[in-house]
């Protein structure tokens, strides 16, 4: 199938690469003249693992191609996928302004039917207001459908190869056909196609982020109580996951979530509510957490020290939001740096691919470095924060970090490491709702 792509951002570039695996012809379309120069080149310009391979390799066989050309990338297309930014607004809405300027632009070049695909991620009823647009600009037919991605940053590839389901809204028989037919091939193991209307495909992407979110905050919320009262949250963890109807997964709690999909989709789906009169408390809940568990770590560092951290020099382990990804889009760190150093503190911080990006928003100073290389992140040290699970990080040489930090303490956002084997090292050790 003729498949084209408009937007060739995280979740743009993996559908595109993804349907060019199954033997589709996929053109992906971008403004950005500078992108698309580098993915002709081969430079995949976000890290994700696995997708630079897939890229080469369909682009070598003919059946991936980019374009900075609307008119080259949809001329031929039978499905048109939308693949756009819809950031923040400052009420906290999804801004659609780039969805409904490419959607006007496509309506007036097409010349023959089309399937159009939201497959970013779009408030309830974007895709009657697509619609809407198509119509008021052309007489050609137009199918619009929700498709809404699941795509784990870190797990991307994997995650479109294999998906857990595909949601398809649509109730037009023939857009759904066709989209089934495209799906097919990444199904074949039984993972189900759930076919309803628009409406309920789109909140069901907002529904899927916004209830991980809360999982999220409500671990730290636990592990909170569990500082206080002296109770392990890795014990409450396994209690309460063993539970079928629960589970294991998000229970793990930290210093809060950032990225690119739950901040804004939490807000989205909140500013949703309000516009229908409706007041979503747990969600602000949500938020009003998340904003709290990304001071906690500080706080717990200030605690140690008795308030004054004034000339102490930290070591900084992970930047990215999460690992396996290069995003510090909302990421903890940021935060953590910023109050250390308001503190006059000096951090030196280390990542294994998110420095380039962090040092566009925290430039390098007098009182911020970093270090490609974690171990290199201890020279002269005071002590060390964890701030995102890599798994580099997860079994360093404990000697050599008790040897390098003159204080001789870890502060651990992530609970990646064992008090125990922390005190039989000589580290104080401060997990969050570790005893």
């Known amino acids: ?181 495209l799906y097919e091939p990444f199904v074949r193991t039984g993972n189900p196609i759930y076919i309803m209307d628009e409406k309920s495909a789109e909140l069901t992407k907002y529904a899927a982020n916004a209830m991980l979110a809360l999982r999220i905050s409500f671990m730290n919320e636990i592990a909170n109580i569990c500082d206080r009262v002296g109770a392990d949250v890795d014990n409450v963890r396994k209690g309460i996951g063993s539970d079928g109807r629960i589970g294991q997964q998000f229970l793990f709690p930290g210093v809060g979530f950032g990225g690119s999909c739950f901040p804004k989709d939490v807000s989205a789906i909140i500013k949703t509510a309000e516009e229908n009169q409706y007041d979503f408390k747990t969600l602000k809940a949500v938020q009003e957490v998340n904003a709290k568990q990304k001071k906690i770590l500080v706080e717990k560092i200030l605690a140690h020290y008795n308030g004054n951290i004034k000339g102490k020099t930290f070591a900084l382990w992970g930047l990215s939001f999460k690992p396996k990804t290069d995003d510090i889009r909302d990421a903890p760190s940021i935060e953590v740096i910023k109050a250390l150093l308001e503190h006059g503190a000096k951090v030196q911080a280390s990542d294994p691919v998110a420095i380039p990006l962090m040092m566009k928003v925290l430039e390098e100073s007098g009182s911020l470095q970093y270090r490609r290389k974690n171990m290199k992140a201890l020279d002269g040290a005071d002590a060390l924060i964890i701030v995102t699970e890599w798994n580099e990080f997860r079994n360093p040489d404990f000697n050599l970090v008790a040897k390098s930090l003159k204080d001789k303490v870890v502060f651990d956002g992530r609970n990646i490491y064992d008090p125990e084997k922390m005190k039989e090292h000589g580290l104080a050790y401060y997990g969050i709702g570790r005893r």
């Open 1 to 181: 199938m003729n498949v084209a792509i408009i937007g060739t951002g995280y979740v743009g570039l993996v559908t595109g690469a993804g349907f060019a695996e199954t033997g589709n012809n996929v053109i992906c379309m971008d403004i950005v003249q500078e992108k698309i120069d580098a993915l002709k080149n081969g430079m995949i310009p976000i890290y994700e693992p696995g997708l630079e391979e897939i890229v080469r390799f369909n682009m070598q066989e003919g059946r991936l191609v980019f374009t900075t050309d609307m008119k080259e990338a949809i001329a031929d297309a039978k499905v048109i996928f939308l693949a756009l930014p819809t950031p923040q607004g400052a009420d906290g809405a999804a801004d659609l302004s780039r969805v409904m300027s490419v959607a006007k632009q496509m309506a007036q070049i097409i010349t023959e039917p089309k399937v159009i695909v939201n497959k970013s991620t779009v408030p309830v009823g974007t895709a009657a207001k697509v619609k809407a647009i198509f119509e008021a600009e052309t007489k050609i037919k137009v199918e619009v459908v929700s498709n809404p991605e699941f795509l784990k940053e870190g797990a991307a590839v994997q995650d479109f190869l294999k998906p857990d389901r595909i949601v398809i809204g649509s109730s037009v028989p023939e857009a759904i056909d066709v989209m089934q037919e």
